[in-house]
Structure formats: C-alpha cells, structure tokens
T-cell receptor, first 115, second 112 residues
Framework: EAEVAQSPRYKITEKSQAVAFWCDPI?????LYWYRQILGQGPELLVQ????????DSQLPKDRFSAERLKGVDSTLKIQPAELGDSAMYLC?????????????FGPGTRLTVT | SQQGEEDPQALSIQEGENATMNCSYK?????LQWYRQNSGRGLVHLIL?????REKHSGRLRVTLDTSKKSSSLLITASRAADTASYFC????????????FGKGTTLSVSS
C-alpha cells in the first residue's frame, strides 16, 4: 500500500540553527499539506500546496519558516532559525483531491526537539 | 485556531466495552472526519461524514452528526487493546481548498 514518506523521523537541533524536513506524498496526489502538532494538541495546518502552488500559508510563520514543492511532487519545509517553541511533531499529508471531500493520508512525522 | 473540541479528554475502558467520544465544533462545515493516532505516530483516517448525512458505519465504528447542535460522536463497539490511541475529529469548512481543522483529541486506553 502506498504511503507518505517523511525524513528524518527525529531531529534534535540547537536554537538558532537551520533545520529541514522532507516529504514525499503518495504518487499522483496533487494536494500536499504540512501540519505542526504540539504535544497534547491536534495538528494545525502550516501550509497547503496544490501541485506546485501554495493554496494556503496563512498560518506559516514566514519570518522563519519556508516551504516549497518544486515540480509538484516532493516537498521541503525549512525553519531558520529554529526557536525553542518550534519543538513539535511535523506531519505531512497528501490527498488526491482538494476541497476536503477526500481523506488525507499522513506520513509518520518528524519529531523536532530544539534545545 | 482549533475548531473542534473532543470530550472526554481521556477515556479508560476494559476490552469488550464500547467507547463513545464526542466532538463539538463552531462554524458550518462541509464534512467532518475522524482520525486515529497511535502514540508518536502519524494519523490514520477512520471515517468521513458529510454535512447532509446523519449517521455512518464502518466495521465497529459508528459516527453520528448533528449539524443543528454542531456536534458529532464516534462509537467504537467491542473495544480491543489495539484501539488504544488518540482520536481526533477534524472539520472541513465550506470554503474550497480548506484543509482539516483538528480538535485536541480524546485519548482512549483499552485494557485487557
């Protein structure tokens, strides 16, 4: 069964350093999402892509976060510089359609710890 | 900001018992979805119910939706230890292209 791949699974970094996360969605899925999940909370959307275009990045802290999806396939989320409050699970999800009528498939996540 | 709110926050039951979780939300929705998350892992989609549906079944899962009360419930019948996980409701608003908005989740523990 096709799965969403994410790497790394775990990342420990010092504050002020740069970190990057990678996501490879299910083949053929045009819509890709990055969520952040703080411990004990539900995931919150950071950015949504439709193919290579950003559909929604209203919750992305653009002073330090950036996301790209070149060629509309895999995606990279970057944080520079990392802050202590960025410690969280970063989840990538993909869907075959937009508009929310279709389920989203989630990757295993990247757990980031900023020290 | 989070749209949905699950109740209870935590639930402990014995194997074989039924587990009921509730979700309330604030604004009109296109559909509501339930997801399961095992400890430290990604989320798995369980069921989607559209705003014009009132009840839906999938195996041991039963979901109801009451749009007049802006609430939904997830019933897991004959619980198993493997059902131990966090359960989240997620809503999709009526705007096109809107992503899921999750609640804080209910942590279910099923002991054998």
């Amino acid at each position: 069964e096709a799965e969403v791949a994410q790497s790394p699974r775990y990342k420990i970094t010092e504050k002020s350093q740069a970190v990057a996360f990678w996501c490879d969605p299910i083949s053929g899925h045009a819509t890709l999402y990055w969520y952040r999940q703080i411990l004990g909370q539900g995931p919150e959307l950071l950015v949504q892509f439709q193919d290579e275009s950003v559909v929604d990045d209203s919750q992305l802290p653009k002073d330090r976060f950036s996301a790209e999806r070149l060629k509309g396939v895999d995606s990279t989320l970057k944080i520079q510089p990392a802050e202590l409050g960025d410690s969280a699970m970063y989840l990538c999800a993909s869907s075959s359609r937009t508009g929310g009528l279709y389920e989203q498939y989630f990757g295993p996540g990247t757990r980031l710890t900023v020290t | 900001s989070q749209q949905g709110e699950e109740d209870p926050q935590a639930l402990s039951i014995q194997e074989g018992e039924n587990a009921t979780m509730n979700c309330s939300y604030k604004t009109s929705i296109n559909n509501l979805q339930w997801y399961r998350q095992n400890s430290g892992r990604g989320l798995v989609h369980l069921i989607l119910i559209r705003s014009n549906e009132r009840e839906k079944h999938s195996g041991r899962l039963r979901v109801t939706l009451d749009t007049s009360k802006k609430s939904s419930s997830l019933l897991i019948t004959a619980s198993r230890a493997a059902d131990t996980a966090s359960y989240f409701c997620a809503t999709v608003l009526n705007q096109a292209g809107t992503a899921l908005i999750f609640g804080k989740g209910t942590t279910l523990s099923v002991s054998s």
